[in-house]
C-alpha cells in the first residue's frame, strides 16, 4: 500500500519530465516553426502534470519545486532563445536585429519574476481563485501559437512584418505576465454549456497540437482564453470585493 502511494507521485513528476524533455527539443529545433511546436508540448504538459497531481491527490513540495523548475526553462529560457535566434531571419543589419535579442532577455526576466511571484503566493497559501498578471504558461501557449501559425511566413520578405511582431509580442506578454490586474484562474466552469465548450476546446488542442495541425485556430484560441482571464478575472475580484463588507 505504501509503495501504491509513492507511485503515484511518479505520474505528474514524469509529465513535468517530459516538459523538460520537449523543451530540449525546442532548444534543438532548426526553425522557430518547429521549436514553437515543441513549446506548445510543454504547455499541454503543464497543464496534464497539475491536473493529475490534482486528481491523484498527489501534491508535493518536490513537485511544486519540480515544476516551476521546468516552467522556468519552458516558458521562460525557451522563448527567449527562439527570440533571439530569430533575429538571423531579418535581413541585412537592422535595429531589428537589437529588437529581437532584447526582448528576448526582457521575456526570460519577466517569466522569473512572474514564476517567482507565483511561488510566493502558492507558499503563502493565497490566490486559490485567481492570479495577478497572466500565467507564465498562457503567454507562452500565445507567443507559441503566434509562431506556429505565422511561421511558415517568416522567411517571406513582403510579409516581413509578421516575424517583426515577434518582439512586439514578447514584450506585451511580459508586461501582462507582470501586471497587478486580476485574472482568472482556469477551473471548471458553473455552466453546463461551458463545460462542454472548454472540454470540446481542450481536446481539440491535444489532438492539434501533437499531430501539428490548425496553427491559426490554436492561435485564436489562445487569445481568446486572453481576453475570457482578464476580463472575467476582473469582473470576478470586482464581485469578491463587494461582497467582503458582508462577510465582515
Known amino acids: ?91 541585412a543589419p537592422s535595429h531589428w536585429v537589437l529588437a529581437f535579442k532584447l526582448s528576448g532577455f526582457v521575456y526570460v526576466i519577466a517569466t522569473f519574476a512572474r514564476l517567482y511571484k507565483f511561488d510566493r503566493l502558492a507558499t503563502q497559501g493565497l490566490g486559490e481563485d485567481s492570479f495577478f498578471g497572466i500565467p507564465s504558461t498562457l503567454a507562452a501557449a500565445i507567443f507559441a501559437t503566434y509562431g506556429v501559425a505565422f511561421g511558415p511566413y517568416f522567411d517571406q520578405l513582403d510579409k516581413i512584418y509578421l516575424l517583426q511582431g515577434m518582439p512586439i509580442m514578447a514584450v506585451f506578454l511580459a508586461i501582462l505576465m507582470n501586471g497587478t490586474f486580476p485574472t482568472l484562474k482556469v477551473g471548471v466552469p458553473e455552466k453546463t454549456f461551458n ?54
Not at 27 to 56: F, H, I, N, P
Open 1 to 91: 500500500m505504501e509503495q501504491l502511494k509513492k507511485i503515484k507521485y511518479i505520474v505528474p513528476s514524469a509529465l513535468t519530465a517530459l516538459s523538460v524533455y520537449f523543451a530540449y527539443r525546442a532548444y534543438l529545433a532548426t526553425s522557430v516553426e518547429d521549436g514553437c511546436w515543441y513549446l506548445l508540448l510543454c504547455v499541454v504538459m503543464d497543464k496534464l502534470d497539475g491536473s493529475s497531481a490534482r486528481l491523484l491527490k498527489a501534491t508535493s513540495q518536490f513537485g511544486l519545486k519540480f515544476d516551476s523548475f521546468a516552467d522556468a526553462i519552458a516558458f521562460g529560457i525557451i522563448p527567449g532563445i527562439i527570440l533571439y535566434e530569430s533575429a538571423s531571419l531579418i535581413p
Open 195 to 248: 463545460k462542454i465548450l472548454q472540454t470540446v476546446s481542450f481536446i481539440f488542442c491535444f489532438i492539434a497540437i501533437p499531430t501539428r495541425q490548425c496553427g491559426m485556430i490554436l492561435f485564436c484560441i489562445a487569445i481568446v482564453v486572453l481576453f475570457i482571464t482578464i476580463f472575467f478575472g476582473r469582473k470576478k475580484h470586482g464581485k469578491q470585493k463587494l461582497e467582503l463588507p458582508e462577510n465582515n
